[in-house]
């Protein structure tokens, strides 16, 4: 149906197992952790890598200690010094360390048993991901791909590569993440420090059984929302096999519309019908259900924070609760994913009524146009501006004032590589100089919008996946695909679409399956 209008990845989980009784004094020991969890990232098979952790005791009287246990399937992977008893009084320093025996995801919980007030059992969450670095591989090097006129390309990171046993060539591990719609807060559809192994190769599809929406990944996981004869459902895939984590979870909705973002240890699942589902991103266990009012726009999460555009307003939740901080009044408030810079939070309506907020909620400005109605679409944020689309025209707007300072045209959202604006124009996509609007590439047209991995432009079209030069526009792959999802941000008869990369890996939707390379 149409309507018109990580920080962290890994959060901790505290338990408690006793509670403190009333009349108990706040003098006695209690007990925290910091960081709040451990995360290894990509790690060479048989190297022991060593990271810290610091328990502390806010309390007035000596910590028992009884224990540190390591607890879960991957435990025997991890261990832990010192192990206990012991008393603490003073912050004390814990060394964690992690080797990979295999390839993938390697999860166990720390457990700090103790006599203290505020919890007797802290369960601190542990991750890493075993990769073979394949000795005929040397490490990438970085630095600045040069263009003409200047146009740069960000240097890429060298993180070691991943193999396994698709038969494809070892891929590039670059703990990157995809944190929401378009990848990123700002929307710019970017993984500037990521980089694709050419030529493409699959490493696994899933078929899912119902409409697949863009996937959000981080640490070693994929997440993908459904929706099809079983429902709407929330999938966990391990991402360099596909293989099910956790999941499928039910969820809430209308219509099929679905849209998913990712941070603070969470994936946030919102339905048409306004119901914003938090689980665990490594249990896929329940931490809070919202209803935060109609929706077409996809959630964003930034560290610390989570914004959602519904029907007239837009919100910043607690990301930790889903409990409301701020809501403002918009006009309409429909089909535009809020975009979040260092200190904007962007939106854009019908009519290009469009929105700037402060992230602590304070009206930035409203550049109005004499018209609305229903509809919107999401806005990238890329250097300070603001891009919006509408059948009365694309408008570039300053981040921090709202004043007019260009127009361009693109069907789709525009993705970014450095200085170009990567856009899709009538039946042509094209490499856009930002700083004078001048054309520097032309290619063929797409059917959703294309997506920057590090030097390179993938243009998702009508038979397949198209990789590009960013800088020159020249073709440096072409792979068949069918049924690729296109992406229509007015239709609720189906999940959100679009490509996402990370972690040196690209995601299609593909019909009802999701497809990696």
């Given amino acids: 149906m149409t309507r018109t209008a990580f920080g962290a990845w890994l959060a901790v989980a505290v338990l408690v197992t006793a509670c403190r009784q009333p009349g108990t004094s706040a003098s006695l020991s209690e007990i925290s952790a910091a ?43 991890f261990t832990v010094d010192p192990a206990g008893p012991l008393a603490l009084v003073d912050p004390l320093t814990v060394h964690v360390r992690y080797t990979p025996t295999r390839e993938g995801l390697d999860v166990a919980q720390l457990t700090v048993q103790s006599n203290a ?74 993984q500037p420090d990521d980089r694709l192994t050419l030529p493409l190769c ?41 293989a099910t984590r956790w999941g499928p979870t039910s969820l809430g909705g209308t219509y099929s519309w679905l849209a998913l973002a990712l941070g603070d240890g969470a994936v946030y699942a919102l339905s048409d019908s306004g119901i914003l589902v938090a689980v665990d991103a490594l249990t896929g266990q329940q931490r809070w259900i919202q209803q935060v009012g109609r929706t077409d726009s996809a959630p964003t999460a930034v560290p610390g924070g989570l ?93 921090a004032n709202g004043a007019l300072r260009g127009t361009y045209s693109s069907r789709f ?14 039946t042509a996509t094209q490499g856009l100089a930002l700083a004078n609007n001048q054309v520097r590439w032309t290619s063929e047209a797409v059917i959703a919008a294309p997506l920057v991995v590090g030097s390179h432009v993938v243009l998702p079209t009508g038979t397949g996946l198209v990789v590009l030069d960013a800088v020159t526009g020249v073709e440096v792959d072409r792979r068949p695909l069918a049924d690729i999802r296109g992406t229509d941000e007015q ?16 995601f299609v939707p593909a019909g009802t399956a999701l497809v990696a390379y």
Wanted: charged content about 15%; proline content about 5%.
């Fill in 117 to 190: 007030s505020n919890t007797m059992s802290l369960q601190i969450a542990l991750s890493g991901v075993g990769i073979v670095r394949d000795a005929g591989t040397s490490l990438l090097d970085g630095g600045t791909t040069p263009g003409d006129a200047g146009t740069t390309i960000p240097p890429a990171r060298d993180a070691g590569f991943f193999t396994d046993e698709s038969g494809c060539p070892p891929t590039w591990a670059s703990g990157t993440e995809a944190t929401t719609y378009q990848v990123n807060p700002g929307h710019t559809g970017a």
């Fill in 491 to 506: 239709n609720l008869s189906s999940p959100l679409a679009g490509l996402s990369a990370a972690n040196g890996m690209l």
């Fill in 413 to 426: 959202i525009p993705a970014f590589a450095g200085d170009l604006a990567i856009t899709s124009a009538g």
């Fill in 35 to 77: 960081p709040l969890g451990v995360q290894f990232g990509p790690t060479p098979l048989g190297l022991e890598v060593t990271k810290t952790l610091t328990l502390m005791n806010s309390g007035r009287t000596t910590l028992q200690v009884d224990a540190l246990e390591l607890t879960g399937t991957d435990a025997a992977r």
């Fill in 202 to 242: 699959q490493r696994w599809r899933r078929d899912l059984g119902g409409w697949a929406s863009y996937a959000v990944a981080a640490q070693g996981l994929v997440y993908v929302a459904t929706a099809g004869a079983q429902g709407r459902q929330l999938w966990a895939l391990d991402q360099y096999s596909g």
């Fill in 307 to 399: 914004f959602v555009s519904v029907q007239l307003a837009v919100r910043s939740l607690d990301p930790a609760t889903g409990a409301t901080r701020w809501s403002k009044p918009v006009i309409n408030g429909d089909t535009s994913s809020p975009s979040v810079g260092a200190d904007l939070v962007a939106t854009s309506y019908a009519c290009n009524q469009a929105f700037g907020f402060s992230l602590d909620g304070a009206s930035r400005w409203h550049a109005t146009s004499s018209c609305s109605g229903g509809g919107g679409k999401t806005t990238a944020l890329h250097l300070g501006r603001v891009y919006t689309r509408d059948s009365g025209g694309n408008l570039v707007l300053d981040g």
